[in-house]
């Protein structure tokens, strides 16, 4: 069986785009002596029998990337040839010969919902003329997921690419099982594992940094392991990862590696520090250059039913507080309902309205009430 | 090897709502080569001198030595005639019945005697000289690039203007023209519209002596013009409206009614040969409707063919904004050219009205022109206005019309409103 990367649809092994939702399939090469076949590299993902259906809504061509891409978005080696907008040709230099629409990279906007309960959206937002962020979200049906936020340092040459690379490093790492651990140990094991994650982002982007550059590649990192009850957070730089419980006090489970991070960490009030000068300088990355990659780490008992937000800054900027975002979330939710992808994509639209002055990642995963599973589908979270 | 390049300035970003775009396009030609020198065809010249009864003796003898000099300028290997005008038109070389001759040592020998039969008599009628000149050009199915140089002392008397529009409409698309009057007794509107059509310059030559230098000039840069002939090719989306496109340097020229139809999205505007020169143009695109905040969409391709290949293309684009600092902005070249574009009108329409004893209305336009020159920093039409008029204060445009001005500085001033300087960077 082969499936969308983007909706779940059933889709025929050799279909070029999805009859539902009109993704572009990942091409895929045909099976080779011993070699995977087709609807293994479909529903496979990098951990094997671990987790469940990855992500891919690039086309990738070498057989290489395309046995781990499923982790995380690629980037499209072909543009679509038709508009999206008017139907009509799309020219080389990228605009439609009819209406003049701009045919969208698919590297500007991704979107992915691994399972019922978790996804993720990743946008250029309105400012930026890249998408530098980066997500790798790999869930099961059941109660394990690893999610992945790096966002590039714009300042940096392609950090774009870095960034992608260095959240399927980690995705990939994440997303093997903690095994029959419990309590302390199982938080322990998944420490551990963040920490591992991270160190295998970082290689990720050392791999993508050409030598001699003046100014080399980097990204934050956050990043959730996610084994029920047991969540750890581990973060390196100002992307960040929130509590949002249904019926209890939301709380930021991060605290950013920044200018502002630090006076925070110092007392001074959030809103006062986040407003200041160079508040938003980070004061440790991934990347060739960075002072050290050791993630910070939280961890959580989940014992009633939430939210769990991983988001860059081209969210939080608009609602730094815990309880700001949980306002957010709950007006998208009445607005759109309680499916992940749509309320991670009226998140990141909110974004948008106000700005949209960064690029804007949103990972959104809905953990369960009993504390040992995720809630079901959104007809369950909604009946809540 | 001829390389074009294309370069856009504009402030891509709209404010919510905005749907007219605007944007400079500066084409480049590099390595174009000499008239002639590809294999598609020959290069044709021709030289048109009037030899009306008003250009008397010394007028006559000064048109010799130019047509002369302009001779010694055609390079061999060139078709080429010698046109005297009078209220009609003579074919002066060759006489042995043929249209063009190919030059050579030989010919330029008997073109440059041929030069002394010329003589005073009769009256001006230009329509008849550029009709020659296009049969003549027509008659030599290889040439694919003609260029002809124009004289005149005086008015078009002995034409009527209907006729004259008539036998310029059939030049035009055969041969180039660049115009030339010597002397206060022509008319600067009228030769720019002959120059207009036949897309070549206008410019004032004050005293016959110095008609050599100018034609030698002339010569030597239609000579050095390479291409034979280049289309300006601007699309435009769906239901959007191009409202104008406009070369603004070196010199302002309303292109948009040149347009020809190459499908219903792009247009065609002739743009006539190419050296190695750089021409600026002012696009401007009325999108069919605005996009959300944060929307881009491409507002035109600016493209310019040589023999219908694209050789080179800006893409003129539209990103809406509702970041005021961003949208707020006016591109410095737009700014510029729109500057430079009031400022030939109010020139033309200032000198127009004082002619016609307008007096009010001329110093408002000129007022308009002396502060319009002095921000966008054209020294050369200060210099001329000045001559024209007294400044009193450049930045508000207070001006008072000087007494007893020379008639060729009046016209100096006029012929030199359309020629634009460039953006200071």
């Not at chain 1, 160079?278 to 993630?295: C, F, M, N, Y």
């Not at chain 2, 002639?36 to 048109?48: C, N, P, R």
């Not at chain 2, 200032?350 to 004893?357: I, Q, Y």
Request: aromatic content about 4%.
């Amino acid at each position: 069986m082969t499936v969308c990367p983007q909706c779940g649809t059933r889709v025929a092994a050799d279909d070029r785009f999805c009859e539902e939702c009109g993704a572009d399939l990942p091409r895929v090469a045909p099976a080779a002596p011993g070699g995977q076949s087709a609807d293994d590299l479909a529903v496979a993902t990098g951990a094997g029998t671990d987790a469940a259906t990855g992500v891919e809504t690039g086309a990738e061509t070498d057989a290489e990337s395309e046995a781990t891409a499923p982790l995380a978005w690629g980037r499209r080696a072909v543009a679509p040839r038709t508009c999206h907008e008017c139907g009509g040709e799309i020219d080389p230099d990228g605009y439609c010969t009819q209406c003049g629409a701009k045919a969208p990279r698919p590297r500007d906007h991704l979107a992915s919902r691994p399972a019922a309960w978790v996804a993720a959206v990743s946008d250029r937002g309105i400012r930026h003329d890249r998408n530098e962020d980066a997500a790798a979200v790999v869930a099961e049906p059941a109660d394990r997921a690893a999610l992945v936020v790096c966002d590039g340092v714009s300042s940096a040459a392609d950090s774009d690419v870095a960034s992608l690379e260095a959240a399927r490093a980690a995705a990939g790492v994440l997303a093997g099982s903690a095994g029959l651990a419990t309590g302390s140990a199982l938080a322990a094991a998944l420490g551990a594992r963040i920490g591992a994650a991270a160190a295998a982002a970082a290689s990720a982007v050392a791999a993508a940094t050409s030598d001699g550059v003046d100014s080399p590649p980097s990204c934050t990192f956050v990043a959730a392991a996610v084994q029920l009850p047991v969540v750890v957070v581990g973060v390196v730089g100002d992307s960040r990862a929130y509590w949002l419980p249904d019926d209890d006090e939301p709380v930021l489970l991060t605290l950013d590696d920044s200018v502002a991070g630090q006076q925070i960490a110092a007392g001074r009030p959030r809103a006062e520090a986040e407003a200041g000068p160079q508040a938003h300088a980070i004061t440790r990355w991934l990347g060739v250059d960075s002072p050290d990659e050791k993630p910070r780490l939280t961890t959580l008992e989940v014992d009633r039913a939430g939210w769990l937000v991983l988001c860059s800054d081209g969210l939080w900027n608009y609602c730094s507080e815990a309880a700001a975002l949980r306002e957010q979330l709950r007006s998208a939710a009445a607005a759109v309902g309680e499916d992940p992808l749509d309320l991670a994509s009226a998140l990141v639209d909110w974004a948008n309205e106000q700005g949209g002055h960064d690029n804007i990642t949103v990972v959104l995963a809905r953990l369960g009430a009993d504390g040992t599973r995720p809630a079901g589908g959104p007809a369950e979270g909604a009946e809540r | 090897m001829t390389e074009f390049s294309a370069a856009v300035y504009q402030n891509e970003y709209l404010a919510g709502g905005s749907t007219d775009v605007h944007a400079i396009v500066t084409i480049a030609c590099a390595g174009a080569g000499q008239a002639g020198a590809t294999s598609e065809g020959d290069a044709g010249e021709i030289v048109i001198v009037d030899t009306s009864a008003s250009m008397g003796w010394p007028g006559v003898r000064a048109a010799q030595a130019a047509a002369a000099a302009a001779l010694d300028q055609i390079i061999d290997g060139t078709w080429f005639a010698l046109v005297a005008g009078t209220h009609t038109a003579r074919l002066v070389f060759p006489f042995d019945g043929t249209a063009m001759a190919w030059m050579d040592p030989r010919t330029r020998e008997q073109a440059r005697a041929a030069l002394g039969s010329l003589a005073p008599d009769g009256g001006t009628a230009m329509g008849t000289w550029l009709e020659l000149a296009a049969t003549l050009v027509q008659a030599v199915p290889s040439v694919n690039q003609a260029h002809a140089i124009l004289l005149t002392d005086g008015k078009n008397q002995h034409e009527q203007p209907y006729e004259l529009d008539a036998r310029m409409a059939r030049a035009a698309g055969h041969l180039q023209v660049d115009c030339r009057g010597v002397g206060a007794n022509w008319e600067v509107g009228e030769l720019r519209r002959i120059a207009s059509t036949l897309m070549g310059s206008v410019d004032l030559i004050p005293q016959p002596e110095q008609m050599a230098e100018e034609f030698a000039m002339l010569m030597r840069q239609a000579m050095a013009r390479g291409v034979a002939s280049a289309d300006l090719r601007v699309w435009a989306p769906q239901g959007a409206q191009v409202l104008f496109v406009r070369q603004v340097a070196p010199s302002v020229e309303d292109l948009t009614p040149r347009r020809r139809e190459l499908n219903p999205l792009t247009g065609a505007y002739p743009t006539g040969s190419w050296g190695d020169e750089q021409r600026d143009y002012h696009v401007a695109v009325r999108l069919p409707a605005a996009r959300a905040v944060g929307q881009e969409q491409l507002a035109a391709r600016v493209q310019l063919a040589v023999r219908d290949q694209v050789v080179a293309q800006g893409l003129v684009k539209a990103m809406w904004s509702d970041d005021s600092s961003l949208t707020a902005q006016i591109s410095p070249e737009v700014a510029h050219y729109t500057g430079q574009t009031e400022l030939a009108e109010a020139i033309q329409d200032g000198l127009a009205a004082k002619a016609s004893g307008d007096d009010r209305t001329a110093t408002a336009k000129l007022g308009r022109a002396a502060q319009l020159a002095a921000e966008t920093g054209n020294a050369e039409v200060t210099a001329k206005l000045r001559k024209v008029v007294e400044i009193d204060e450049a930045a508000t445009g207070k001006v008072r019309l000087r007494r007893d001005v020379d008639k060729l500085d009046e016209m100096a001033l006029d012929t030199t409103s359309t020629k634009t300087t460039r953006v200071r960077s």
